[in-house]
């Protein structure tokens, strides 16, 4: 075994940055590698163009030592889905776990000090083995899927309300076989578990790139902003409902929508509105967040720390989004850091409303928050002292 060499368990692989998953594991892989990890990735593909073509990005080479890549097959995918059904086991559990992973793990685990687990999605690779384990919970699924269960429709609604109790309950179970565990918020932390004690997990944020804080506006518009993973079900449906119930009430404003893989219940909705713009990709979206005038963030579905708000406050924008969302967020202000609102009413009385003084004092603050409380230096100095508090 080799010291100071961390193998990290992924479910997917860690880039381009388009989605809060990746943003996370490559920014925690960047800060490990940052404090003198050598930092191996193991992760999961269903096809090789997920990866092969940024192997050999900078943002890769230079963070990881080794890559392990491991595929899931479709029959695969299947056949674990139909075992959790039959086992009466959540389908996070099983979803991503393959016998090829399972054997490769084993025989290359002897050279590692310790093991990350992105996810409760990956711990079946390592429910087994004997190493010094660090779950990674991000949010707690739980606690996202006790609202979720009440609100998703179709399909997804029998999904949350068949996973609820099964991934509550495993959440629990997994932190009696790490080491330690992170966790992006004290609310996420408190719902698994339910006021009792547990110094096991300590708390560890999304967080943004200092780089943020430099943009300048580059021209005055009248835009409002969207940015997220298009076919995550939170974010289809928070951009539906914007559109759907909010955008018809508001006055004056252009909608612009940023994010990858688009549904086609988007692409549909907004057929022929000329002020609603569907940017889809877009390799730097900052600018565009930075010149815009608002920034919306309708997530009616979801737990955790939303990475949408952190980068738009980070920028300096006015971000307007739920109460809920913002219960995370340590120290926040509602009404000084962020705009956040009860009620479908109000976010179209906001909208409406709001005028320069409002925004200029909030995108002022907004920025500062995020300096204060939510950058990558502060998470990387907190994870090193962590990581000692261990050897």
Known sequence: MERNKILYLAFRFPFPLTDGYRLRVYNYCKCLKNIGYNVDLFFIYENEEEYVDFLEKKEIQNIFNKIIPIKLTKFEKVKNLLKSIL???????????????KK?????????????????????YVEQIE???????ADSLAYHYDKARYEAKGLWKLIYNYEYSKVKKLEKEVLKNVNKAMITSKID???ILERHINKKIEIFSQAIDGKLFDYKK?????????????????NEDAILYFINE???YIKNYKLQIIGVNPTEKIKKIIEDKENIELLGYVENPYQIIKNSKLMVAPIRIGGGIQNKILEGMALGKVVITFL?????????V???????????????????????DKINYIEENSQKYIKENYTWIIIQKKLEKFLKLNQ
């Open 334 to 356: 509602n009404n000084r850091d962020i705009i956040a609102v009860k009620s479908t009413k109000e976010y179209i009385e906001i909208l409406n409303n709001i005028d320069q």
């Open 104 to 124: 490769k793990l084993v025989d290359n685990l002897k050279e590692y000090e310790k093991v990350i687990i992105s996810y409760i999605r990956m711990y079946k």
């Open 189 to 191: 932390r408190d719902y």
């Open 246 to 248: 909010i955008f018809p």
């Open 131 to 137: 190493k010094y384990k660090i779950l990674d919970y």
């Open 87 to 101: 086992k009466q086991e959540s389908l996070q559990e099983n979803i991503y776990i393959t016998a090829n992973g």
């Open 324 to 332: 809920d969302r913002i219960k995370p967020f340590e120290n926040i």
């Open 218 to 234: 580059e021209e005055e518009n009248n835009n409002i902003v969207f940015i997220g993973k298009l076919d995550y079900y939170p």
